[in-house]
């Protein structure tokens, strides 16, 4: 196995009982040092892959392997891995100091090692000087740090996140965002974060694992997931968008709303149904005689940056545009987009079948 | 007016608590000050601090302790198998039954069990170890006195490990400790409070068993209770009784205030 390989998932299936299965043949890699995110919404089996690479739960069938050796039934106390819980689950009966020495303490390190380390990594998450705190007394964020202190003061090879900022409002995660993956930059390790915000996960992954119903949706960097998702799901999930159902005509021309348009997709059979996504941001408003659609003002709803107008064209399907122009409600409108904002989806293809398809188009790229 | 209301509701409690708690607290220090022939004094306190009383002070904390130790050792690991069962609720109901019976009928219950002619002597007689006196021995009166207790035991330690967050045992695995590691230092501490409480419901009242230690020990085990059971009824020496009553209560508050002040973690 390749040196760079640190995780290993081979056919990993996980039920409970006779219950539906949480994940279902599971595969994937993870390199040293990347940043990795698991996407989806809850229950969709996300929670349940961090806990089987920290050991708290054993696979039902296949194989999880930490740098080439397997560790189904390593316990989590003997894996080079730490994870920040979802609540923290700081030790409410020491005080900050403690709570980050735990690890070294039960290693049996010496007191002024253990000293110089907790300081260190104290220092490293801003909160010098407050060694003595309780943890009830400490806020949020707080927490939070001590949560990864505690976590990275036992030089971890992976460090899982279980959805470590959903507790916190809105300023003081983007805040911890910035900090978490500056983090992961000066740690160089790897990271395996769990969320099922998205804008979260595009903002701080190296690659997104998108989730959904115990299998793995789509895989890829924050740009190949939001630009050419690869099923209605993924569009879906991933930022808002609009999905209509059309035909692709031929390669690079694709039908839909009763109009023939170019695309730079390709690969589709003759005349094969289809679905389309289009970007919300993507969508331009002009005049309405100007536009490739022309589409009814149905509501505008003001959202600070942009304004989110709901519109509709003559076949009843709904579009939604992004724009920072104000329009009047119950005007008709034109639309209008570039061939490479249309993204077309085959019906029930798979990522590897999407994967050889787009290695066909020889490198075109949708622009973002 | 509303409080004026309030205070109404408040009255049929603050009659209890004059009639039930202090007029008895009350006269127990007052009996406590008379001597056998009726005179006031100091008497009875001088005398309590001779070796016989003191010998019997020890005694009563000697065996309660033994009791309360045994019921914590016995009622743990119970305690916490019972939060990773799946009948929960069933298992403690179980384990709380038998306290809803009279403890008088369990003990007459357990002279049939351990008696001469009992299950357990023939037991004992049929794996060849022979027949021997197991009432009225100190083992059958912690025996019973553990039997006794354990529910009060087990129900606080159950409930204290019932509110211990799953997430922190995962912590401290995840951290490198060995399960008996994270039970030491993360389990067992979080769970003190419990341990407090089911300590204080089984030491208290085995300060002052007398009804175990008559029947089941054959009054071979003398404790403080004894003592205060056989001043009132047979020597008839109620200033003697009450000022080991007062010398009880002063250690059961002492126990309650011990084990209170140093719990304060959750």
Known sequence: ?368 | MQVKTRNIYLIPYMLWIVLFVIAPIALIVYYSLFNITGTLSLENYTRFFTPVYLGMALRSFWYAGIITGISLVAAYPAAYLLTKTEHKQLWLLLIILPSWINLLLKIYAFIGILGYYGPVNSFLDFIQIGTRQILFTDFSFVFVAVYIFIPYMILPIFNALEELNPSLVAAARDLGASSWKAFLRVIFPLTLSGVKAGCRAVFIPSLSLFMITRLISGNRVITLGTAVEQHFLVTQDWGMGSTIAVFLIIAMVLTMLLTETVGKVN
């Open chain 1, 1 to 368: 196995m390749p040196e760079h390989i640190i995780i290993r998932f081979e056919n990993i299936t996980k039920q409970y009982d006779n219950d539906p299965p949480v994940l279902t043949d599971i595969n994937f890699e993870l390199e040293r040092g990347k940043f990795y995110t698991l996407l989806g919404p809850s229950g969709c089996g996300k929670t349940t892959i961090i806990r089987l690479i920290a050991g708290f739960i054993q696979p039902t069938t296949g194989g999880i392997y930490f740098e080439g050796k397997k560790i189904n039934h390593i316990s989590p106390d003997k894996r080079r891995v730490n994870t920040i819980f979802q609540d923290y689950a700081l030790f409410p009966h020491l005080n900050v100091f403690e709570n980050v020495a735990f690890g070294l303490r039960i290693k049996k390190m010496k007191p002024e090692l253990i000293k110089e380390k907790v300081e260190e990594a104290l220092r490293f998450v801003n909160l010098k000087g407050l060694e003595n705190r309780e943890i009830a007394g400490m806020s949020g964020g707080q927490q939070q740090r001590v949560a990864v202190a505690r976590a990275i003061v036992n030089e971890p090879e992976v460090l899982l996140l279980d959805e470590p900022l959903s507790a916190l409002d809105l300023k003081l995660r983007s805040e911890m965002q910035y900090e978490l993956k500056e983090l992961q930059r000066n740690l160089g390790i790897t990271f395996v974060f769990v969320t099922h915000d998205q804008e979260e996960a595009l903002a701080l992954s190296d690659e997104i694992f998108v989730l959904n119903n115990g299998a793995i949706q789509q895989r890829g960097t924050p740009t190949d997931i939001y630009d050419e998702p690869v099923n209605k799901f993924v569009a879906d999930f991933i930022g808002e968008s609009n999905i209509i159902p059309g035909v692709m005509i031929d390669d690079y021309l694709v039908e839909f709303v009763g109009n023939r348009f170019e695309c730079v997709d390709k690969g589709f059979y003759p005349d094969e149904p289809a679905e389309i996504v289009i970007r919300p941001e993507d969508l331009e408003i002009t005049e309405e005689d100007q536009g490739k659609l022309q589409v009814y003002v149905d509501s505008q709803l003001f959202r600070g940056v942009h304004y989110e107008i709901c519109c509709y064209d003559k076949d009843g399907n709904e579009w939604l545009v992004h724009s920072t122009k104000k329009v009047a409600v119950g005007s008709k409108i034109g639309l209008d987009f570039a061939p490479e904002d249309i993204h077309v989806m085959r019906l029930g293809e798979t990522e590897d079948e999407f994967d050889k398809r787009l290695e066909s188009y020889g490198g075109v790229r949708h622009a973002g």
